[in-house]
């Protein structure tokens, strides 16, 4: 069955120092791979997409995202925390034999000063 | 452009009352979607549509239907709230099936009690 695999349910950080959340993916098709972020108490927004375009992919906020087709693998990274980047993260795929998008069970980011 | 529309943004029911969440697009979406978020679990889907007439089910359907008898409408019903329906439900919208990502509602937050 397909699933998505958030590996750490909570990442902590300093402000100023990098982010790493990471995601293995199951699909053996090629997949449309997401980061969404969701702020508390707030809906889903999308932080970027990969659509078999560019393996590195540039989201907002100085988030970006590198596909592995060789580690299923698809690493959500920042250079630097910002406060405002705590948050819930969830790495999301859709592909060709699936029906809707799958779900991670997300990652909480925390950010400390 | 207001996007994806749900209502109400909170409710709390008594158990074995029922209750319709509403959700609108107008966005000219096919595809629309429920998931429900529970804690550390992620987002599940529990009903999905096609276009306007069609619907199925998702992964968690069970205390769950809906409709979609126009292409802006898709209204998640619950017939006898039990307290394993205490989730934060989002409705969602595509263009396409899936690849270029959801676009998703504020939420609604729904406790039984």
């Known amino acids: 069955a397909q699933s998505v695999t958030q590996l750490d349910s909570h990442v902590s950080v300093s402000e100023g120092t990098p982010v790493l959340l990471r995601c293995n993916y199951s699909?053996?098709?090629?997949?449309?791979l997401f980061w969404y972020v969701q702020h508390p108490n707030k809906g889903l927004q999308l932080l970027l997409k990969y659509t078999s375009a560019a393996t590195l992919v540039k989201g907002i906020n100085g988030f970006e995202a590198e596909f592995k087709k060789s580690e299923t693998s698809f690493h959500l990274t920042k250079p630097s925390a910002h406060m405002s980047d705590a948050a819930e993260y969830f790495c999301v795929e859709w592909n060709q034999a699936g029906t809707a998008l799958i779900f991670g069970k997300g990652t909480t980011l925390s950010v400390s000063s | 452009n207001a996007g994806v529309t749900q209502t109400p943004k909170f409710r709390i029911l008594k158990i074995g009352q029922s209750m319709t969440l509403q959700c609108t697009q107008d966005m000219n979406h096919n595809y629309m979607y429920w998931y429900r978020q529970d804690p550390g679990m992620g987002l599940k889907l529990i009903y999905y549509?096609?276009?306007?007439?069609?619907?199925d089910k998702g992964e968690v359907p069970n205390g769950y239907n809906v409709s979609r008898s126009t292409t802006e409408d898709f209204p998640l019903r619950l017939e006898l709230a039990a307290p394993s329906q205490t989730s934060v439900y989002f409705c969602?919208?595509?263009?396409?099936?899936?690849?270029?990502?959801?676009?998703f509602g504020s939420g609604t937050r729904l406790t039984v009690v």
């Open positions: 969602a919208s595509s263009y396409s099936q899936g690849v270029d990502g959801y676009t």
């Open positions: 699909s053996s098709y090629s997949p449309s």
């Open positions: 549509s096609v276009g306007a007439g069609i619907t």
